[in-house]
Every structure is written in structure tokens, then in C-alpha cells.
């Protein structure tokens, strides 16, 4: 909710703190509704939402990697020499690891997976 909020403030050029920032954080709400109505799906509703936002998780690891690497972004804290390419080595193995085990997981459970659970 507070990320929605942010982005409208940016996508829209609201205030921060304002009426309207405050409104477009409450967008996401509706969506705690869904287990409330659906009560006996509630348990197969978090699982592919779950694995929705897992897709989503190398997106933001690959984003990380690169701010990491931005003088602009760190500045002073950026890490240097040999550590600091040893710490982003790691995190780009760990991008990579995450990415291929996402991409493995949607080939192998991928679309027609949840037919196969229903029968």
C-alpha cells in the first residue's frame, strides 16, 4: 500500500502526504476482501499469489544490482575494491540462482499445473 502511494505521487506528480496520496494508498485494500467472500478458497488464493510475487522478486534483485554498482545512488557507501566486487559478484550469482530457479519452477509447474491439482 505505501509503494502504491508513492508511485502515484511520482506517476502523477501528487504531494506526498496529501489527500490524494493518501487515497491511492488505500487501491490495494479491496484485495483482503477476496479470502472474506471466497472463505473456502482462501489457502488456494495465497498459493499462486505467493508465487505470482516470487516471479516478480528477480525483477527487483536485478534492480538492486545495478543501483549497487551507481556512484550516483550510494555515493560514500558504495562498496569498493575487492570486497565490494566480491559482495556484488555474490549478489549477481544470487540474482542469477533465483532467476533460473523461478524460470525452472514455471516450466515445470507452469500453465495447466492447477488443472492437474483439480483433476
Not at 495465497?46 to 516478480?56: D, E, M, R, S
Amino acid at each position: 500500500m505505501l509503494a502504491t502511494g508513492f508511485v502515484a505521487c511520482e506517476l502523477f506528480g501528487w504531494e506526498f502526504g496529501s489527500k490524494r496520496h493518501r487515497l491511492a494508498m488505500l487501491l490495494p485494500a479491496p484485495g483482503v476482501l477476496g479470502p472474506v467472500f471466497w472463505g473456502d478458497i482462501a489457502v488456494w488464493l495465497a498459493v499462486p499469489t505467493n508465487i505470482v510475487c516470487g516471479l516478480f522478486l528477480p525483477a527487483a534483485y536485478i534492480g538492486f544490482v545495478i543501483l549497487q554498482r551507481r556512484r550516483g545512488y550510494l555515493g560514500e557507501d558504495r562498496p569498493e575494491g575487492a570486497r565490494g566486487w566480491l559482495w556484488w559478484a555474490l549478489m549477481v550469482g544470487v540474482t542469477l540462482f533465483l532467476t533460473g530457479f523461478m524460470a525452472w519452477y514455471v516450466w515445470t509447474q507452469g500453465p495447466g499445473y492447477f488443472g492437474r491439482l483439480t483433476g
